[in-house]
């Protein structure tokens, strides 16, 4: 399994240190950014999406509520606090596991365990997918898709040999794929990574074509190159 990518987040600078010194003992995660500064997290989830994010519920500026409200979508989460009050409230959001404070090792290995388990029932689940075409429920391997195109309120899935036409926003599809398997490199296009044969300037080479990557993707297609080299 790749390195899970997380990022650490509370307003008490020895809890960061601590939840810190506990990640940097698990081979399995990456940690991107650890800090008290919620401002900065926003700003670093605006260039990236990462896997997962240690946050905590009660701060000063913006509340960890807040915080998942705004990243929901594309992040999962791990509530650190000390407080079980939001814990009922935190599960609308795509929590992961609850730590109350103080947290052990041992609590936050089993943790992680529990994000890895989950990240492969995922993976096992989307081996295929069904979508509705004309009224019928089509059976596909992820692993056959090489773009996904927007249309307003349809997308449109490029096989090598065939075209369907879905109900459904690419905002939400891109959840029902394997994760780290795709990429959204525009406004209007998803695209399977391992179909990317050439990269040219501003466009990705693959079996049906080219597909534009948009100004505000540019660097997750950067990271991704790098990530390769």
């Given amino acids: 399994m790749k390195k899970i990518k997380c990022i650490i987040l509370d307003d008490e600078p020895l809890a960061v240190d601590l939840l810190k010194n506990y990640a940097d003992k698990q081979l399995q995660l990456e940690v ?19 896997d997962l994010i240690f946050i905590d519920i009660q701060m000063p500026e913006l509340s960890g509520i807040q915080l998942m409200q705004m990243f929901n979508k594309d992040n999962y989460f791990i509530i650190t606090t000390a407080y079980a009050d939001y814990a009922l409230e935190s599960y609308d959001y795509r ?20 994000f890895t388990n989950f990240v492969i029932l995922e993976t ?29 309120d349809y997308i449109r899935i490029h096989l090598l040999n065939e075209r369907l036409i879905v109900l459904d926003n690419l905002k939400d599809f891109i959840h029902k794929l394997p994760l780290n398997e795709f990429m959204r490199v525009h406004k209007s296009y998803i695209i399977q990574l ?25 660097h997750k297609i950067k990271k991704w190159i790098g990530n390769k080299e």
């Fill in 95 to 114: 929590v992961i596991d609850y730590l109350l404070k103080p947290i052990s090792f041992d609590k936050f290995h089993k943790s992680i365990q529990k």
């Fill in 194 to 218: 391992d179909k990317i044969k050439s990269i040219d300037g501003n466009m990705i080479y693959h079996d049906l074509g080219t597909t534009p990557i948009g100004e505000t993707y540019k």
């Fill in 32 to 50: 991107v950014l650890a800090t008290t500064d919620v401002f900065e997290v926003i700003e670093q989830l605006q260039k990236q999406t990462v």
């Fill in 124 to 152: 096992m689940k989307n081996n295929h997918l069904f979508v509705k075409v004309d009224g019928r429920q089509i059976k596909i391997n992820p692993k056959e898709i090489i773009l996904i195109e927007g249309l307003s």
